[in-house]
């Protein structure tokens, strides 16, 4: 997945030895995520309670296309193994009709 340039230039400030998230070395515990949205979660009004982490990933897979509407870049850049794994995160676009076959050959 690209970085932003301005994201990119805060993280080289950063101990490269340090989770980019807690700014400490010590290793992230499994739950680390789950246990931070489910807090933010509860504080935020703008969120509905069924909404995952996952849920921003699709939408930005759709801001990708819609921005795009290049298949092959929205794969490149979710870092898809195929078109039609892209293609699962397109649901609910008329695009998502469209299989691998249907593709120009790039």
């Excluded at 069924?50 to 870049?73: N, P």
């Excluded at 995160?89 to 691998?100: N, Q, S």
Aim: proline content about 5%; glycine content about 6%; hydrophobic content about 35%.
């Amino acid at each position: 997945m690209p970085v932003p340039k301005y994201i990119r230039q805060i993280l080289v400030q950063g101990d490269r030895n340090n989770n980019i998230f807690t700014n400490s070395p010590s290793p992230l515990n499994k739950d680390y995520f789950k246990t931070l949205w489910g807090r933010f979660k509860k504080q935020s009004k703008l969120l509905e309670q069924d909404q995952t982490l996952c849920s921003f990933r699709h939408s930005g897979a759709i801001e990708i296309y819609k921005r795009t509407g290049s298949l092959t870049k929205l794969q490149k850049a979710m870092g898809h193994s195929s078109i039609n794994v892209s293609l699962t995160y397109l649901r609910g676009l008329e695009i998502a009709e469209l299989k691998e076959e249907d593709m120009p050959m790039v």
